[in-house]
């Protein structure tokens, strides 16, 4: 059986995304709100693609219909900031079919356990599995609609389902067509994995006045200085406290840099000063980059509010939310991933647990 | 009868005040812990002085012995950095005498009340009175030992005595020599009122990069964006609501830019970016500078000791606190002015109001 492709969102990862699999001759359908990119997928029959691939991949089929998207593909690939996911699954929830696959490409932190809370608000019922990975697959920027270059793609990726006992059989389905794919043990491991959260917010706030003059600079060689670097190990730290909470050994974001990266050095100032990786990639321009308001409200704060569940004390997260609570004149809190939207309030460690492993199911167990 | 001056200190700010007292020839006398800097001014006879004040003033003695110095002094003006007042303290414990004025300029936040309590453990009984100014009366700079420029003396300078019901006594005797000095209500006062607090340590932190590769900035001018001044004007209302629980109505940082330097604006940020005594005024350049280690331990940390006595809540405040322990690896707690080194743990609200309108003789009546 060959498995039909969705791509939720048409930015530089669905690009990518849509490039990749219609290079492995995988069947592609793709949904943007957009129609003006729609038409020029549709009218060009696929993507170009250069860099580390290269080539015309072709699309089945692109739509503004999401009905139309998700009645034709077996694996939803959902690829679009971590904030759009909400009104992601909200347009998803009255078409989804049982056995559907939908993935978060990222998930940022919670997105698989937000995305379902949102499923079954509108009154979704159908039997699906949700999965989230840790990071893009890909490194790539879009050239213009219909053409991206393709710079990079990383050597493995973890993921995970919820609930996470589905993981055998979708790994089995998605494997041939991700060989990058690695089965971790839950979303809770995957969306702490994600160390956005720890590299991005603080990093920019403490250039706060490059970011608001827009004053271009290097985020990561010419940002990350070695106070700040000592902060990130503080934040790291207590993320991979939160993770040995929820019984995860999560990898220390110093050591995902030395195996993504192959970077040697001790402190984390020296591994970010020498990742040549790093070495284009500029920082915020303005409170409304991503740094800020994906990374805090879908990455420190939900990772705040698990460490909360989990009673671990988080005081260096914290500031910085703090801060920037203050500084946008916002405390995230309508927009940001919380225990209560990520389906976990009012539940203990344990239960959490159970209900990363089992899904609702165990819900019901629960309460009978 | 005239009175005996006593200058502690021959830094920047101590030279101005022996300029200062010497060009109204009042008597002065000196102590400095370095004996190049005490004789070149014994050489001299005094000090030499340009800018608003020129001339020169003599000097009656400078001295390295502190013996000597109290045994000559009527009153004496301690300016030093705030970390030197504990150990100032314990140097001039064993020679005080009873009716002698210390006076602390300035303050910082919570000096006198650290003073005492030094004087109290090194043994000293004298019964002095203990002052603190809100901030240094000059605008000056050292030029070299034995001469200072003096760019500005403020129009008034408000200051308070421990315990605060001798001010018209020290009032009296100081008005004529010091005609800018206005009566506070109390230590507290003062204390709340070291703006430096809020204005120095967070836009040093938001410009760390600058700070650590020793790029010079403009500490108000290019160092205070938009972002960064709603964050102050966050710190400040803390900062008021910590007056408010203490009884006393504190101006704005705002209000005292207005007053003080005549500039106009709504915000923080144009009130800074409007003031042209801030059009030279370098930010920190090191982990070392007193921006950080003056301003955070004898600033912030008691401010928020203080909040913690009276149940005021400073989430700002204390993010700034907590981001600094993080950064300097180091929580502070050895060195900041804590509630125990005020002399103020295990107080009520009451009783610290008590205590500072007191003193120790309110401690007695309550321990009765």
């Not at 679009?80 to 079919?97: E, F, G, S, T």
């Amino acid at each position: 059986m060959s498995l039909h492709f969705g791509i939720i969102g048409a930015g530089n990862g669905g690009h990518a995304f849509a490039a990749y699999l219609g290079m492995k001759e995988v069947e592609v359908n793709w949904f943007d709100i957009d129609p003006k990119v729609v038409e020029v997928i549709n009218d060009q029959g696929g993507v170009y693609v250069d860099g580390q691939l290269n080539g015309f991949a072709p699309v089945r089929n692109a739509t503004t219909d999401m009905k139309e998207l998700i009645d034709s593909s077996d694996v939803l690939m959902v690829v679009a900031p971590a904030n759009a996911h909400r009104i992601i699954a909200r347009n998803c929830a009255p078409y989804l079919k049982d056995d559907q696959i939908v993935i978060l490409n990222p998930g940022s932190t919670g997105g698989a356990l937000e995305f379902h809370q949102e499923l079954k608000k509108s009154g979704c019922s159908a039997e699906i599995i949700l999965a989230e990975t840790q990071s893009l697959l890909f490194a790539c920027r879009l050239k213009k609609a219909g053409h991206v270059s393709i710079f990079g793609v990383k050597r493995y990726l973890p993921f995970a389902t919820f609930p996470s006992n589905k993981i055998e059989s979708v790994y089995e389905l998605l494997s041939p067509v991700f060989p990058e794919f690695r089965k971790g043990e839950n979303v809770l491991e995957i969306s702490l994995g994600n160390v956005n959260a720890i590299l991005h917010p603080a990093p920019s706030l403490f250039n706060l006045p490059q970011v608001e003059k827009q004053i271009p600079f290097l985020h990561y060689w010419e940002g990350i200085t070695g106070g700040i670097s000592i902060l990130l190990d503080k934040m790291d730290e207590e993320r991979l406290e939160i993770g040995k909470a929820y019984q995860l050994s999560l990898p220390s974001t110093k050591d995902l840099l030395r195996s993504f990266y192959g970077v040697e050095g001790d402190t984390m100032e020296e591994l970010v000063q020498n990742n040549q990786a790093y070495k284009t990639i500029t920082g915020a321009n303005s409170f409304s980059s991503r740094y800020f308001t994906e990374d805090i409200p879908m990455g420190l704060i939900p990772m705040q509010e698990l460490a909360r569940a989990a009673n671990v004390p988080t005081p260096t997260i914290d500031a910085i939310i703090q801060l920037s609570s203050s500084i946008f004149k916002d405390d995230f809190k309508s927009s940001a991933r919380t225990l209560d939207r990520l389906g976990l309030s009012q539940m203990t460690l344990h239960e959490i647990l159970q209900y990363v492993e089992h899904g609702e199911a165990q819900k019901i167990i629960n309460n009978q």
